[in-house]
């Protein structure tokens, strides 16, 4: 196994076992991205923000993850909601990420 395959069983096991947890949720979708499994990170990061609306890394990985499975205009949104969540909160680092990544979005799309 590799060691992005152990750390996705980990979680796995975690979420199984407490699946109200948005922490294991999250550490979920951080292994599933960084195998770049992109629709089962993207999946994991929308449950996070189910059980948290303002969870804004999670609208902000969900709209990279939606990013690179072209599905633009729910990348749009998700990256729109992480900002609003940066403003509201008083963060400003995530603008730059958000920035970059708005700027991956096809102009057509």
């Not at 294991?24 to 992109?38: G, I, N, S, V």
């Not at 729910?74 to 509201?88: D, F, I, M, P, Y």
């Amino acid at each position: 196994m590799s060691r992005s395959t152990d750390r996705i069983a980990f979680f796995s096991n975690l979420v199984e076992q407490d699946p109200g947890n948005p922490l294991h949720r999250f550490a979920l979708a951080q292994a599933q991205l960084d195998a770049e499994d992109w629709a089962a990170a993207e999946a994991t990061y929308a449950v996070c923000l189910d059980l948290d609306q303002g969870w804004m890394m999670a609208a902000i990985r969900r709209g990279r993850c939606l990013i690179e499975l072209s599905r633009w205009a729910e990348a749009r949104q998700a990256l729109e909601l992480g900002a609003g969540l940066a403003e509201k909160q008083g963060h400003e680092e995530p603008f730059e990420e958000i920035r970059a990544l708005l700027d991956g979005i096809p102009d057509d799309a």
